[in-house]
């Protein structure tokens, strides 16, 4: 899940009380980013379409990275309690700092036990079928890469019941039955990997091939030309000619800045864009050929 909030959810329903759709959601992302203090915001819009029969209540976006104990974050999130990153230790699993705002009538918190940043509405405060809503913020120092976004809806519990006797067997129908009901997606957000490191070019290649081939983001065409420029640029940097490898990204800049929309996302343009500007950024400008 990634929602801090807990709903007890039996199995059966009553024919009164649906089950709440919210599969036919949409979220967007938009990424801007601060230089004078190398701050990435992420921006998301959820829009839910005229299509669903439940509320939106909850949204949560992955912050788990592998490489957060190398980055050398000792506790991301000092305003936890200990219980937290215990659980996630517990879990294995590694999250990256971020802060995060809320439209009116949300809450958000910076993490949960599940290792994902998380926003809430009230009762009152939800995304009813046909509406959009914007002002979910996320801030980050780290680069945007593809991430899990996941939509929770508003459940009420008052006239359902239970399928089974045994309280830890109803527990898990429920819980399974909670999940399945959650819409999951991808989108925008950051990623545990250094600016300028062999992981952060690694990271644009894995995602500009995703896009391609997996999320239908990029047209496979346009995908292959600024696949092909930023293997060049790697190669430049591999023989250590920082400056070819600039201005080849340069090049592969000036190819996402001419193709039309319909040949990528904006999510994708705004990926490549802003990890190209940052590898240009965190490349040395002189040439160590001799």
């Known amino acids: 899940m990634g929602l801090v909030f807990g709903i007890a959810l ?16 949409e979220v967007t992302a938009t990424v801007s980013f601060d230089p004078a203090t190398f701050t990435f915001t992420y921006a998301y819009r959820v829009t839910s379409l005229p299509a669903n029969t439940g509320n939106v209540r ?17 506790n991301p999130v000092p305003e936890y309690r200990d219980f937290v990153l215990e ?9 990256l700092p971020v802060e995060t705002t809320a439209p009116p009538g949300w809450d958000s918190v ?3 036990v599940f290792g994902a940043a998380n926003w809430a509405g009230t009762r009152v405060d939800t995304i009813q079928p046909g509406e959009s809503l914007g002002g979910f913020i996320l ?7 593809i991430r899990t976004v996941t939509i929770t809806p508003q459940i009420s519990t008052w006239n359902l019941y239970p399928s ?5 067997e109803v527990q898990a129908q429920q819980d399974a039955l909670i999940k399945s009901l959650d819409f999951v997606g991808q989108t ?5 990997v250094f600016p300028g490191a062999f992981a952060h070019w690694n990271q644009l290649r894995d995602d500009l091939n995703r896009m391609i081939d997996e999320l239908g983001w990029v047209d496979p065409t346009l995908g292959a030309t600024l696949l092909f420029r930023l293997s060049e640029a790697r190669a430049a940097l591999d023989a ?7 201005a080849v990204l340069q090049t592969l800049l000036d190819t996402l800045a001419q193709a039309p929309a319909g040949q990528l996302r904006s999510e994708a343009r705004q990926l490549v864009q802003l990890n190209a500007e940052a590898l240009i950024a965190r490349t040395p400008t002189h040439s160590f050929q001799t």
């Open 10 to 25: 039996p199995l059966a329903a009553h024919a009164q009380q649906p089950v709440p759709i919210i599969k036919n959601t």
């Open 58 to 74: 909850g949204i949560s976006i992955d912050i788990t990275a592998d490489l957060t104990q190398a980055l050398i974050i000792e």
């Open 87 to 95: 659980r996630l230790d517990e879990q294995g699993v590694n999250i």
């Open 110 to 112: 910076n993490l949960t």
């Open 139 to 145: 801030t980050s120092a780290f680069v945007p890469g």
């Open 164 to 168: 089974a006797d045994d309280p830890e």
């Open 188 to 192: 925008l957000g950051p990623v545990g």
């Open 240 to 246: 250590d000619d920082g400056t070819t490898a600039k």
